[in-house]
Nanobody, 114 residues
Framework: VQLVESGGGLVQPGGSLRLSCAASGFTFSNYAMGWYRQAPGKERELVAFITSSGGGTNYADSAKGRFTISRDNAKNIVYLQMNSLKPEDTADYYC????????WGQGTQVTVSS
């Protein structure tokens, strides 16, 4: 089983990034997916969640209106489009699969700074 995140990096405040998480080794379409983040010295928190079919989503209050989670079950990828980024969005972002089992990716770093 692998969850491989990509797309992180350094971006200026107000900018955008799209994170991707490529899944393999399990039946992706049977799993709900989430994006979590963990800033230095803080607990890991849920940012966005999408159901296995993609028909339902949920967002942390901090992400509503700025972030969009989506998935492509044909490609086994989940995305997180992040717009209007703020310095407080700086964190390591993790992909999470939840179903019969739970899996985590290794994380990708997002830094929002001028």
């Amino acid at each position: 089983v692998q969850l491989v995140e990509s797309g992180g990096g350094l971006v200026q405040p107000g900018g955008s990034l799209r994170l991707s998480c490529a899944a393999s080794g399990f039946t992706f379409s049977n799993y709900a997916m989430g994006w979590y983040r963990q800033a230095p010295g803080k607990e890991r928190e849920l940012v966005a969640f999408i159901t296995s079919s993609g028909g339902g989503t949920n967002y942390a209050d901090s992400a509503k209106g700025r972030f969009t989670i989506s998935r492509d079950n044909a490609k086994n990828i989940v995305y997180l489009q992040m717009n209007s980024l703020k310095p407080e969005d700086t964190a390591d972002y993790y992909c999470h699969a939840r179903g019969y089992f739970a899996y985590w990716g290794q994380g990708t770093q997002v830094t929002v700074s001028s």
